[in-house]
């Protein structure tokens, strides 16, 4: 993911993270084995730094921004990118909570699936068949909904999910039922590594996936707030779809995925087609992305 930005100078970013957690990352964005990245802290670690060497890139290109929204851990990238929190808490957040998440994952195993072609109701119902088992974990787009649980709760909604007529449930290769109560004591290690962290007045609004609104930055914000809802993020749902949509009614004309791969985008384009998308994946999106902006 990392290789096209070495030679350009927003690899400074990488470097400064390599210091904030005292050990190399490169290697995690350059040439690390498969079987390393099925590792949750190594794999999110290579997805933050890669955004935000990204965004470092884009950002003199950027100079009116709405709003930051990311997808679970792009959340945590988004409150570096925006500001609100500094690279080095940033990246040693990062990791602590992909440590915490894994230890829960391994303490409380669970399984997370993709209903496709379901809705949201279909997919609160079809968990229904579990309760305290299974639940929602990611609204992402129309017809794409995810739901997590424990492995006996997950094969239960997801059978009741058939017989609602969903199209397929596609199991999802991660390493626990991560967004649910199943993360409860991941949620509690994050609120205690986040005690002393400050969340700064970003440049822009954020948009939170918990309850896909905006948060201003303006007198309104709240640091304190959001190191309570950045410890309660793991165990609770990715309101994704809700995030789209909120920034499209703040007036957002387009749309830029920072980072690596253009899932997102994708998700953007079914929830919200009116507004284009664009990606910054690496660094030759740079001069298309200029004069797309320009406009």
């Known amino acids: 993911m990392g290789a096209s930005w070495q030679d350009h100078p927003a690899w400074k970013l990488l470097e400064q993270a390599e210091g904030a957690l005292g050990e190399p990352l490169r290697h995690l964005v350059l040439d690390a084995p498969a079987e ?10 290579a997805v933050l ?11 003199p290109l950027v100079d009116d921004v709405v709003a930051f929204a990311g ?9 570096v990118a925006s500001g ?32 496709l072609g379901a809705t949201v109701e279909q997919a609160a119902e079809a968990c229904g068949a579990a309760p305290e088992a299974a639940w929602i974990a990611n609204d992402n787009a129309p017809g794409q909904v995810v739901i ?11 059978a009741r999910a058939k017989e609602l007529g ?6 999802l290769n991660v390493g626990g039922a991560f967004h649910t109560p199943l ?29 896909g609104a905006a948060y201003f930055a303006d007198d309104t914000w709240d640091g304190d707030s959001w190191r309570e809802r950045s410890a309660a993020h793991v165990t609770v749902p990715v309101l994704w779809r809700p995030s789209m949509e909120t920034l499209a ?33 690496d660094p030759s999106d740079l001069d298309n992305l200029a004069k797309e902006l320009a406009s």
């Open 166 to 171: 969903v199209k397929r449930a596609t199991a």
């Open 84 to 115: 609100a929190l500094d690279l080095e808490d940033g990246v040693r957040f990062a990791a602590r909570r992909a440590e915490l998440t894994q230890r829960a994952a391994d303490d409380h195993p669970g399984r997370m699936a993709a209903l």
């Open 249 to 281: 009614a703040l007036g957002a004309d387009a749309f830029v995925e920072v980072g690596y791969g253009s899932m997102i985008a994708g998700l953007a384009k079914r929830t919200v087609p009116g507004i284009p998308v664009f990606s910054c994946a």
């Open 183 to 211: 993360m409860a004591s991941a949620a509690a290690g994050i609120s205690e590594a986040l005690r002393d962290v400050h969340f700064d007045t970003p440049m822009a609004a954020i948009v939170a996936n918990q309850d």
């Open 148 to 158: 997590a649980g424990t492995a006996e709760g997950l094969e239960l909604a997801t």
């Open 49 to 59: 730094c890669t955004s935000l060497v990204a965004w470092e890139a884009l950002r």
């Open 36 to 45: 390393q990245l099925a590792r949750t802290r190594d794999a999110q670690l």
């Open 71 to 79: 997808h679970s851990l792009g959340q945590v990238s988004a409150l």
